[in-house]
């Protein structure tokens, strides 16, 4: 008899086997301008249950580029596992060709050189077509949203959310989970989940006042003969790495036996195939995996990680499908009687020069943008460098956004929040006011301007870096670390909070920060209520226009030390 | 009138507390005289004590704890870094059914939040949770 977990394990293999593969072949037929929208799209149907997975598309309608993580590190046992392998060791550990699509894709290496070859990613009308074409292989597949997808550009942040809500409509989405929707303040939620034609899933999130749950933890459908469960799971810590004022009667957490409970009353009701939808982090859903009984998928989110394989943690399947629209994963299930008995998975790359656009959703994408159109394209100034923020320290965008701070504000530091949204541009891009919206459009965008002493500014890096770089994934909090401007440091990530930061110097004296001096800072994103400043999409505008060119380059100030 | 061990326990650490005003935090008692407060001096095993707390709170002002203890006769919590450490203690009766609190607690900072159990048999049991409290922000 072979086992479950030995077919998971056959099928895991052969997935192994036949990725790399498959992505250099791409890579070749790239080169050749061949990268077609069936190469994408190959895939053998199998089993019974096809579920779609998009997570983090940060309202992100229109290709981008989007560099990923070139310092991606992970507290604890994840050291060193996905998904915090990046660049060359990715590859290797992958066994993706160097110059191959995936590698694109998936990593940083050769960013702009590779970037010419394979063009931008993403885009809601060619996200639509890779849909529409799976559905037509799987008419009933299951198209499930991970949340962050209300939030991240101009149009959703002068909209409400609604012009991303429209087009999430129109794609057809069977059910979502959430994390930065709650930014938009709890009524507006309330007021857009009481039309949403789909189920808004959340086990974890409970009414302060009688600790009752508020929305649906789960949602059942009857997929090709299966008993298909999708749990909702929404980021745990949403009322403390966001401002709680705007969802003041809100408690999320982890709530990690609720969960156990909840696979339970699914099984009992005769689920087939139990599915997480989560916006918890990776290494939060691994070790959920790890302890909670009974789940067969969890769809990642949150942390913008993608995976060409699935991970499995026992007998749970962990699929990250990345961020920004820049990826669709398609996992094709065969599910009997209770078991899920083999599977076949695709990271589908969203190559937007390889693929139609769906002309009804590149329409519906237009119209919403229509009212914007003026404003989205205005062009601010150029730049001559890359400019990106993802990573656990300063990316150039962010010591873009912290000089802007410091010049239009006259402050002599800048704090800018380590958010792992926004996408890049490439050198001799225009910098368009979408563009600054796309790293910085939010509902508490306050540029505000206060006295911190160098005690106040020390610890808050170090209770930051604590919830990046704790060991127990459960007490991971929030974004990347704070990226600063104005200063330098060195961090040792293993240290226990409090010894972390070490050497922190003013840059523009070269002298080491004075704990008992009071400093000028500069910062946005305040989770306190009643922060008062002009919007840091004016600031940074201002800066950009005053500067016509800008050149920015890698952070050198910054040492990070592991061990 | 007899007055007991545990009183004059209490007494002195008043005493102590108060003669230490002056200096930051408290932290004079430190959680061992808060535990042997409760035990009268005898160190607590483990037992079927559980204690939910969230790893992070999302509000340090009001912190959801729950303690659970099966065969406990009392409960009491400990939040050791707070200016007031003594929680609450709770007396279950012979007929209680369910050997169960769950409270609220203002928390001045990260700490190991502690329950104590007096068991039916005289003896005493202990666990902890590491609750954070964080300034936040940064939000993913």
């Given at each position: 008899m072979i086992s479950r977990r030995h077919f998971l394990q056959a099928s895991l293999a052969a997935s192994a086997l036949l990725g790399p593969a498959a992505s250099g072949q791409w890579g070749r037929l790239a080169a050749q301008q061949r990268l077609s929208q069936s190469d994408l799209l190959d895939f053998d149907t199998f089993g019974n249950v096809t579920l779609i997975h998009l997570t983090d598309l940060h309202a992100q309608t229109q290709p981008i580029w989007f560099r990923e993580a070139s310092v991606k590190l992970g507290g604890g046992d994840a050291r060193g596992q996905p998904p915090h392998l990046v660049g060359e060791d990715f590859l290797a550990h992958y066994g993706l060709e160097r110059t191959s699509a995936m590698a694109h894709a998936l990593t940083h290496v050769e960013f702009e050189a590779l970037g010419q070859a394979y063009g931008r990613m993403g885009g809601l009308d060619r996200i639509a077509t890779l849909v529409g074409a799976i559905r037509a292989d799987r008419p009933d597949a299951l198209l499930l949203d991970g949340g962050d997808t209300w939030h991240g550009s101009l149009p959703a942040l002068r909209t409400d959310g609604q012009d991303m809500v429209n087009l999430m409509n129109a794609l057809g989405v069977d059910a979502m989970t959430s994390h930065w929707e709650f930014t938009l303040g709890a009524d507006r939620v309330d007021q857009i989940v009481?039309?949403?034609?789909?189920?808004?899933?959340?086990?974890?999130?409970?009414?302060?006042?009688?600790?009752?749950?508020?929305?649906?933890?789960?949602?059942?459908?009857?997929?090709?003969?299966?008993?298909?469960?999708v749990i909702g799971q929404a980021f745990p810590y949403t009322p403390i790495a966001n401002p709680a004022w705007m969802f003041p009667d809100l408690s999320f957490g982890i709530r990690e036996a609720r969960m156990q409970a909840m696979v339970e009353e699914v099984r009992a009701q005769g689920a087939d195939l139990v599915v997480v939808l989560s916006h918890n982090g990776f290494d939060v859903d691994r070790q959920m995996a790890a302890r909670v009984q009974g789940i067969d998928v969890i769809l990642t989110g949150h942390?913008?990680?993608?995976?060409p394989e699935p991970l499995l943690v026992g007998q749970t399947l962990l699929i990250a499908s990345g961020s920004n629209g820049k990826f669709v994963t398609r996992l094709d299930l065969d599910v009997r009687d209770g078991q899920m008995l083999g599977f076949r998975h695709r990271l589908i790359p969203v190559f937007a020069d390889a693929i139609d656009p769906d002309p009804e959703m590149a329409a519906l994408v237009a119209a919403e943008r229509a009212p914007f159109a003026e404003e989205l394209a205005e062009v601010l100034g150029h730049t001559d460098s890359l400019l990106y923020r993802r990573g656990n320290f300063n990316g150039t965008w962010d010591d873009l956004i912290c000089t802007a701070l410091m010049e239009e504000r006259d402050a002599e530091i800048a704090l800018s929040p380590g958010v792992r949204w926004g996408p890049s541009l490439m050198p001799g891009d225009p910098i368009t006011r979408e563009d600054v919206f796309n790293v910085t459009a939010m509902t508490y965008g306050q540029a505000y301007r206060r006295q911190m002493t160098g005690a106040e500014i020390h610890g808050?890096?170090?209770?930051?870096?604590?919830?990046?770089?704790?060991?127990?994934?459960?007490?991971?909090?929030?974004?990347?670390?704070?990226?600063?401007?104005?200063?330098?440091?060195?961090?040792?990530v293993d240290r226990p909070m409090g010894e972390r930061i070490t050497g922190l110097t003013h840059l523009a004296s070269g002298e080491a920060l004075d704990m008992d001096r009071a400093y000028t800072v500069a910062g946005w994103a305040s989770v306190t209520e009643g922060t008062e400043g002009p919007q840091i999409w004016d600031v940074v505008s201002d800066h950009i226009r005053k500067q016509g060119r800008v050149s920015v380059p890698g952070n050198e100030t910054i040492e990070v030390v592991t061990g | 009138m007899t007055i007991s061990r545990r009183r004059i326990l209490a007494v002195a650490s008043a005493g102590l507390a108060v003669t230490l005003m002056p200096l930051p935090a408290q932290a004079a008692t430190d959680a061992g005289d808060l535990i042997a407060r409760f035990t009268d001096g005898a160190t607590p095993g483990e037992g079927p004590l559980t204690i939910s707390a969230p790893q992070i709170a999302e509000n340090g002002n009001a912190v959801g704890v729950e303690v659970a203890c099966p065969g406990a006769r009392s409960i009491r919590i400990l939040a050791p870094a707070n200016p007031n450490p003594e929680v609450c203690t709770v007396h279950f009766g012979p007929r209680a059914g369910s050997r169960t609190l769950s409270t609220r607690i203002r928390m001045a900072e990260t700490m190991d939040v502690i329950a104590l159990a007096e068991m039916e048999d005289g003896g005493f049991v202990q666990a902890s949770a590491r609750v954070r409290v964080t300034i936040g922000g940064c939000g993913g």
């Open positions: 009481s039309g949403l034609p789909f189920a808004f899933l959340g086990q974890n999130i409970f009414d302060t006042d009688w600790n009752e749950p508020v929305y649906e933890p789960y949602r059942l459908f009857e997929r090709g003969g299966a008993l298909v469960a942390t913008h990680d993608a995976l808050a890096m170090e209770d930051i870096a604590e919830n990046l770089f704790h060991p127990d994934p459960y007490f991971q909090q929030g974004g990347d670390m704070v990226r600063v401007g104005g200063l330098g440091y060195r961090i040792a | -």
